[in-house]
């Protein structure tokens, strides 16, 4: 009786332990077979892909595509611009951006760079031209408006009219 009863208890703890760690011994076939089935993440949510750079010195400014949100989607259309590396940036970022390279600037970005990467970050973009909207203490208010330390860069998303 005993016998069946460590048996039984042995068979328990190791359904358990198999239970627990097959998803983890699984998880890269799964993540493979779901690249391979060229699935990628809507644009909407990343950023799009890069359109050109600008160079500052130090550090350069990513200018994004414009992103335009499909018809089940919140929020506004946006562009997304990054500073990186964001251990190059001065304290105080203040910088003049050419979004569609006709020579003029389009926004000036200004924000602050605190040397915490876990700190809160807050942004003001002044529209210089009509085709984009002003955002004044902005946070992390929207997808579409927002600003955000990711990795060594910092994410600023500008609402651009339709």
Same mark, same amino acid.
């Given at each position: 009786?005993?016998?069946?009863?460590?048996?039984?208890?042995?068979?328990?703890?190791?359904?358990?332990?198999?239970?627990?760690?097959?998803?983890?011994?699984?998880?890269?076939?799964?993540?493979?077979?779901?690249?391979?089935?060229?699935?990628?993440?809507?644009?909407?949510?990343?950023?799009?892909?890069?359109?050109?750079?600008?160079?500052?010195?130090?550090?350069?400014?990513?200018?994004?595509?414009?992103?335009?949100?499909?018809?089940?989607?919140?929020?506004?259309?946006?562009?997304?611009?990054?500073?990186?590396?964001? %251990?190059? =940036?001065? #304290?105080? @970022?203040? &910088?003049?951006?050419? *979004?569609?390279?006709?020579? /003029?600037?389009?926004?000036?970005?200004?924000?602050?760079?605190?040397?915490?990467?876990?700190?809160?970050?807050?942004?003001?973009?002044?529209?210089?031209?009509?085709?984009?909207?002003?955002?004044?203490?902005?946070?992390?208010?929207?997808? %579409?408006? =927002?600003? #955000?330390? @990711?990795? &060594?860069?910092?994410? *600023?998303?500008?609402?651009? /009219?339709?």
């Amino acid at each position: 009786m005993k016998i069946r009863l460590i048996m039984g208890y042995t068979g328990a703890v190791l359904t358990l332990a198999i239970a627990v760690l097959i998803p983890f011994r699984l998880m890269g076939i799964f993540r493979d077979a779901v690249i391979a089935t060229g699935v990628t993440t809507d644009a909407y949510y990343i950023g799009g892909t890069v359109a050109r750079t600008i160079p500052k010195g130090a550090y350069s400014i990513q200018v994004h595509e414009v992103i335009h949100r499909r018809a089940w989607q919140r929020g506004k259309n946006y562009i997304q611009l990054a500073w990186t590396p964001a %251990s190059a =940036l001065p #304290a105080q @970022v203040n &910088d003049d951006v050419d *979004v569609d390279n006709d020579g /003029k600037a389009d926004l000036r970005v200004k924000f602050a760079v605190p040397a915490d990467p876990k700190a809160f970050l807050t942004v003001d973009v002044d529209a210089l031209q009509p085709g984009f909207e002003a955002m004044h203490g902005v946070t992390r208010g929207t997808l %579409s408006c =927002l600003i #955000a330390r @990711v990795g &060594d860069r910092i994410l *600023v998303r500008v609402p651009v /009219k339709k």
